[in-house]
Each structure stands twice: as structure tokens, then as C-alpha cells.
DNA sequence: TAAACATATGAACATTTATTCATATGAAGA
DNA sequence: TCTTCATATGAATAAATGTTCATATGTTTA
């Protein structure tokens, strides 16, 4: 996790005691807290892992994984209202994870970086273990 | 996203006609559409990333990923009660994503295994882009 | 066994979230 | 310009989710 930087200036006092439950394990502790990312680090990666979350969004990725689509495309491949996708893929554009572009009549939407690829990878490798 | 199999047998037939803005695609879409993984993985995958879409168990599994510890521990680190940090292990642990064992009258806790892990750190690149 | 500590859990509550329905916007062609 | 197709969006609704509070369970020690 050495992406993790510290970007939290007013980090909380830490506790000069410790219950007694962890008390060998005080400076790891310590330790730890000094290099904890800041709430606004968790918050971005949660929301990250947020737009994965929701089947619908995660159809929509792997199709999108696949290559390029408009979105008429991508109702008729996943089985989901030409509204609720739309819906969808406006939280994906807003949180970055898509890009698009107008063609004609057609919005034609995309991944927009390959870490989405990636990390889609990692979750399905890890759930067929 | 070789890692996504076809489990899907009662697959749904595939449309014939296909609306006038993606005709070009037709045969991308198809294809696409014959190696889609089936519901029962999109539902197991977005599973998977909703557990690491809120900021209390991505903070609880940042900690578990630098040791194994305590539930107090958690609880002082991270700046949440212990009965909502308690319920979120149990997410977690229903997930697979921490395991643990029990020391006395603690409950030792620790990521499950370096997947999730590789996806935090993936995650975290990404957000710093 | 009683008290203290560590953790777990059920119920209640407030919030968030995803879908649906109706409709609006925008582009292309007749 | 009128119609049609493609997409977007607002409002409403139902469902899921996270926290809190109170309390239960389980373990150690006096």
C-alpha cells in the first residue's frame, strides 16, 4: 500500500494509553497511525469501489471492457432498461470511470482508463478462487 | 478479463434486428454478447467491490493490511465505534475478506488473502491519477 | 462466582441508492 | 418544419445500507 501517501496535516493526538487487550502491540499501532492515509483518501477509494459495486455498473464496464458501444448497444446486451443505463452511466461519467463522445445521434461511451480494466481483472480473479 | 467465464447455459437468444444507430456493430455485439459471464458472476463480482465501497471497511481492511489485529485496535485507529466497527467485520468476514481467530478475550483479525490487498493498492493507484 | 473487559448482535432509525415512469432534449432525415 | 430515433433526466418509490443504542455473549482475573 506504499500508494498510500499521508495528506492529513491535523492528524489526531494519538492515545498515550491502550486498553489492556493490545498492549505488546502499542507501537505497531503507533506505527500504523502515522502512515494511515487521510478520511479524504478513504472516501475517494471507497466511492471508487462504490461504482463497482452495483451489478448493473459492473455489466456496463465489462461490456464497455470489451470496446467502444453506444448505449442502445448496451441495453440490448445486458438486460436492463435504456433508462436505468443511462442513469448508470451518467454516475460512471461523473465518477470518471467512462468517457463518451457524440456520434450523431449516438452517444458512444468507453472506458476511460485502463486501471478500470485492471481492477475489474483483480475482482474476478479473486472471486474464482 | 480472460478470468470471465461463460457459466450462463440458459442464455438468452440473441435479437435478430438490432436497432438502426449501432448497425455497424452488430457482430462485435454478438460476440460480445455469446462470452458474457453469466448473472450469477456479474452478482458475486459487484458483491465483492460493494464490501470495499464504504469508507469504514476500506479503512478497517487498510489496518488489517499492514497486520493482524484486535478489534480495539481497530477502533482506535480508525475513529469509529466499536459496535459499528463489530458489524462491519462481520461483512467482512461473511465476505471472506478478513478471517479470524480468537486470543483470550480478543478476536484477532487479518485480511483473508493478498487479492484484496493487490485491489487496494489498484484502487488506490487509480484514485491518484 | 462476581466483576471487568472484549466483542458481538438485535432493533430502530435515517440515509442512500437503483429502478421505473413520464417526459424532455437533441440530432437526423423526409 | 415535422417526425422519428437516441439519449438524458426529474420525481417517486421501494429496497438496501450504516450507525447508534442497549444489551448479550464469552473470557479472564480477583
Redesign the interface.
Known sequence: ?S???NRDDEK?EL?TE??E??GK?ID??KK??DN??C?E???????????????T???IL??L???E??V??IV??L?VTQSAVSHQLRLLKQARLVKYRRNG??AIYSIS?D???????????????
Do not use: W
Request: charged share 25%; net charge negative; hydrophobic share 35%.
Open positions: 500500500m500508494e498510500m501517501s489526531q492515545k491502550h486498553s487487550c493490545g502491540y505497531m499501532i500504523i497511525d494511515m492515509p478520511e483518501e478513504f472516501l475517494d477509494l471507497s466511492e471508487l469501489f462504490k461504482m463497482l459495486g452495483d451489478p455498473r459492473v455489466k465489462y461490456a471492457s470489451q470496446g458501444m453506444c442502445c448497444d440490448e446486451l438486460d445521434k449516438s482508463d486501471h478500470v480494466y485492471t481492477i475489474l481483472s483483480m475482482g474476478m480473479e479473486h472471486i474464482s478462487e
